[in-house]
C-alpha cells in the first residue's frame, strides 16, 4: 500500500535582487518530481550537497510549501500553508531525527522532557512519564537518565535520545536527515544497529537522507539518487548500487574511498 506519494511536486525560491530596478528571478531546488513510498518501505535518497534531497524530505513532511503539485499522506493532502494544529495528523505520523543531536536538543531541558515534547505538542493521551521511561529502555539507554541534561551524555547517547524523541509518540514514518555523519564510527554501527531493530520491531515506514552510501546500503530496501533537482535513477538498493544505470550514479559510487592493500 502506498504510504506518502508526491505529484508533481517542485520547489522554487525568490533569487535576492542586485538593484531595485532588476527583474526577480528564482532558483529551482526541486523540479516537478513524482514519488512513491509503500508502507514499511526503507528509501535512501543519495546525491550531492544541493541536489534536492532535504528539500524533498521537507515537503514530503509538510514543514515547507511547495511551489506546485501536492503531498498525499495515507490518502490526505498535506497543505502546508494551514495552521499548524490542522497539520497534528500529519505529525502525528511522523518523526524527524537531525544531523547533529547536539544542536538539536535544548540544553536546558532534561533528556525526559525532550522526548515528552511531542507527547503534549501533539496532545498525545496516556502517562508521559511512563511513555518517555519505556522509550529511553527502547533505544538503548537507563530509564533512570530521563532527568540529566544533553551535555551529560556522549553523542551516540545523545544521538540515541533524539531518536527516543521521534519516536516517542508512535509515528508510521521516520526520517532521518543526515543522522550518523557527526558521529564516530563505533557509535555509528550502534546507531545503525538501533534503527534496524526499530524498522523490524514497529514496522516503521523509513526515509534515509545520507551521503553515506555504505548506510544507505545497510538500511534501505529502494533507493532514489538525485541531482540538480530531480530524481534521476531509482530502484532496489542492490540494482542500484551494483548495477546503475545513470553515468551520474556511477561518479557518486567511484568517489567512495577506499583503502588499498599492498
Request: proline share 5%.
Amino acid at each position: 500500500m502506498t504510504l506518502i506519494r508526491a505529484e508533481g511536486l517542485s520547489r522554487r525560491f525568490p533569487v535576492p535582487k542586485r538593484h531595485v530596478f532588476e527583474k526577480q528571478h528564482q532558483s529551482t531546488a526541486l523540479e516537478p518530481t513524482d514519488l512513491e513510498i509503500a508502507e514499511g518501505e526503507s528509501l535512501g535518497l543519495i546525491g550531492e550537497s544541493g541536489s534536492g534531497k532535504s528539500t524533498l524530505v521537507r515537503l514530503l513532511l509538510g514543514l515547507d510549501r511547495p511551489s506546485g503539485g501536492r503531498v498525499i499522506v495515507d490518502g490526505r493532502d498535506v497543505d502546508a500553508a494551514a495552521r499548524a494544529r490542522s497539520l497534528h495528523w500529519l505529525r502525528r505520523q511522523t518523526g524527524l531525527v537531525f544531523q547533529d543531536p547536539y544542536a538539536s536538543l535544548d540544553p536546558r531541558m532534561t533528556a525526559g522532557q525532550i522526548i515528552a515534547e511531542p507527547l503534549w505538542a501533539l496532545d498525545v493521551p496516556g502517562d508521559h512519564g511512563a511513555r518517555v521511561r519505556d522509550v529511553l529502555v527502547q533505544v538503548g539507554l537507563d530509564a533512570d537518565m530521563a532527568d540529566r541534561h544533553p551535555h551529560e551524555f556522549s553523542g551516540g547517547q545523545r544521538q540515541r535520545i533524539a531518536i527516543a524523541r521521534a519516536i516517542a509518540h508512535r509515528p508510521r514514518i521516520l526520517v532521518g536527515d543526515e543522522p550518523m555523519s557527526a558521529l564516530d564510527v563505533t557509535v555509528r554501527a550502534q546507531v545503525l544497529a538501533l534503527f534496524q531493530q526499530l524498522r523490524a520491531e514497529q514496522g516503521l515506514t523509513l526515509i534515509v537522507v545520507s551521503h553515506d552510501i555504505g548506510l544507505v546500503q545497510n538500511l534501505s530496501d529502494t533507493v532514489a539518487v538525485m541531482k540538480d533537482g530531480r530524481i534521476v535513477e531509482r530502484g532496489t538498493t542492490a540494482a542500484v548500487l551494483q548495477h546503475p544505470r545513470e553515468d551520474y550514479t556511477r561518479q557518486l559510487l567511484a568517489a567512495i574511498p577506499s583503502i588499498r592493500r599492498p
